[in-house]
């Protein structure tokens, strides 16, 4: 096989990309630019080609601190004098005393043997500390010894800077990316050909944020769970982490309707930590502040768990109304009757149970007790069919490959940003109701067999490579769409996918593991289960709507054999 020809970036491909990004804001976002952010933009571009790339460097790594002789980079000619400008001109300080309140951070960046011969510690100091681990060290330092002292024993061998303007920076990737957890190395991995980016016309490309606030709330939501994530790893009480969260929700902001889900999300976590925790009283506390999956059913349980059983049946009745997934629809009326049947002798079983407790069940060999749907899926070739691995594969690639101009339609205004994998709404109600007409029309075009084949042939082969958060380019995935086509009705098709088209979310997944057909147009599709192993309310959610299409679908119970 040919090796993909090796591609050579050029020497300052960072500054480029840079550049770009903060061009592209100031043409979408300048209006919500505030004074410091267009006061550095103005101040970068002033500097010249070796600080900005330096700066850039700076900015592109993580942490804000950096020693001055672990600087090396070839493209930066004159490094010092860069340095220099960047220091004049205040991009960048020198470590000083004033920069306590980030001692960790200072600290962090030096070895524990470095630090053991820096620090100004005492002999009597030095010899207990050798046998500690470096974040002990750290910790002893900051707290045992003067800052000042600390900073002057540091920097009397080496110079350590600190790079400014981090806020302006992380507000002006924000604004670009929408989120933190993309950074700039996404333009690195479609340059190196590592990622394949659809390709959009830079004009029709619409602003993700209409106000500040809409900005500022969100980001505000990013950070709160950063700060979340921080408090976890440094193994802080449960309690402070309660505490510290119904302080944050008290004095935050009104969010705006963009910071909403962000939110919710949030407030699951927070409550699914406590609970988790044990603290079941102060994860229900939390829950009570959302209405997003699972909020609702943890809250059920937690009510029951405590004899409010007229307040979790009434939040049951809420659930079982608007249900926001197939777990809240199949939990609404299975705890129900579980709360209603308490006491009896004779337990209430959950329709997952009950479907599962029906199924065939096929004897299958021990061998294949790590690999169950190999197993089942070897039983039923030797019973004469044809057999392929499924799931949620090759249904993701028929909706990605169907709608894949609609999906990624800059028209729809979800586009913001020449990188962007997934539309800003993808996994939201507006997704449906923003394109309803498109893929119905999309739907009703492909009216036969032959209609859906060729259609999804030309988008394969004229897409192939380009990222589709749900075609996952493997070599099977065009035979096993063209299965499904061959197998299913057109009608049948439509439905499915618009089922799916509702939301992405949800009914993205939870489909069987195996299809099974013949030569003479037999099929099912078939969900395989282990003695072990549960069915799950998506997978169910999906066997019945299939029963109630017409598309043939089961559960098997696996038996080992002796």
């Avoid at 609702?296 to 307040?311: A, C, K, P, S, T």
Wanted: glycine share 4%.
């Amino acid at each position: 096989m040919v090796g993909r020809q090796k591609i050579e970036l050029p020497s300052k491909y960072y500054l480029g990309n840079f550049r770009y990004l903060l061009d592209f804001v100031q043409r979408l976002y300048g209006s919500l630019m505030n004074e410091a952010e267009w006061d550095f933009v103005r101040r970068f571009d002033a500097l010249t080609e070796d600080a900005q790339c330096l700066f850039v460097r700076f900015s592109n790594r993580k942490g804000t601190f950096f020693r001055v002789n672990k600087l090396s980079y070839k493209e930066i000619e004159e490094l010092p004098a860069a340095l220099g400008e960047l220091l004049l001109s205040g991009f960048v300080e020198r470590l000083s005393a004033h920069h306590e309140i980030m001692g960790a951070e200072v600290l962090n960046t030096f070895t524990k043997p470095e630090l053991l011969e820096l620090l100004p510690l005492e002999p009597e100091e030095l010899k207990p500390l050798a046998k500690q681990k470096k974040e002990d060290v750290v910790r002893y330092a900051l707290h045992e010894l003067d800052f000042g002292e600390v900073v002057t024993s540091l920097t009397t061998r080496e110079t350590v800077v600190r790079m400014n303007f981090e806020a302006e920076v992380m507000m002006l990737k924000y604004l670009f990316f929408g989120n933190r957890s993309s950074d700039m190395s996404e333009f690195v991995i479609r340059d190196l050909g590592m990622v394949n980016f659809e390709r959009y016309d830079e004009s029709k490309l619409t602003a993700r944020f209409r106000t500040r606030k809409e900005v500022e709330d969100k980001l505000l939501i990013s950070l709160t769970n950063e700060e979340f994530r921080e408090l976890k790893d440094a193994e802080t009480p449960a309690e402070d982490i309660y505490n510290w969260f119904l302080n944050w929700n008290e004095t935050r902001p009104e969010l705006t309707e963009i910071a909403i889900p962000g939110y919710q999300k949030l407030v699951v976590r927070v409550g699914a930590f406590l609970e988790k925790q044990k603290l079941p009283e102060q994860a229900l506390a939390v829950y009570e502040l959302s209405d997003r999956v699972p909020a609702r059913e943890r809250r059920v349980r937690l009510l029951f768990r405590y004899g409010m059983i007229d307040e979790a049946l009434a939040l049951c009745d809420e659930i079982a109304v608007t249900p926001q997934n197939a777990e809240e629809k199949f939990f609404a009326n299975d705890f129900r009757e579980k709360m209603l049947s308490a006491g009896e002798k004779k337990r209430s079983k959950k329709s997952t149970t009950r479907f599962l407790s029906d199924a065939e069940s096929v004897s299958i060999p021990a061998a294949y007790r790590h690999h169950v749907e190999a197993g089942v899926m070897a039983y039923y070739l030797e019973e004469g069919y044809d057999a392929a691995f499924t799931e949620n594969y090759p249904w993701r690639g028929l909706f990605g490959l169907v709608f894949w101009d609609i999906i990624y339609d800059a028209n729809v205004q979800a586009i913001h940003h020449p990188l962007q994998r997934t539309p800003s709404d993808f996994y939201l109600p507006d997704f449906y109701m923003k394109r309803e007409d498109l893929i119905k029309k999309r739907l009703s075009e492909l009216a036969t067999a032959d209609d859906w084949r060729i259609h999804t042939e030309r988008i394969y082969n004229e897409k192939h490579g380009i990222t589709n958060v749900l075609v996952d380019w493997n070599e099977e995935l065009l035979s096993l769409v063209h299965r499904l086509v061959a197998l299913l009705e057109p009608a049948q098709l439509r439905l499915i996918l618009l089922e799916m088209a509702r939301s992405l979310r949800e009914n993205t997944r939870g489909f069987p593991d195996l299809l099974i057909w013949q030569e003479d147009g037999q099929y099912e599709f078939v969900e395989v289960k282990s003695p072990t192993d549960h069915l799950g309310a998506q997978q169910l959610h999906w066997l019945q709507y299939f029963q109630s299409i017409g598309v043939k679908g089961k559960v098997v119970r696996v038996v080992w054999e002796v």
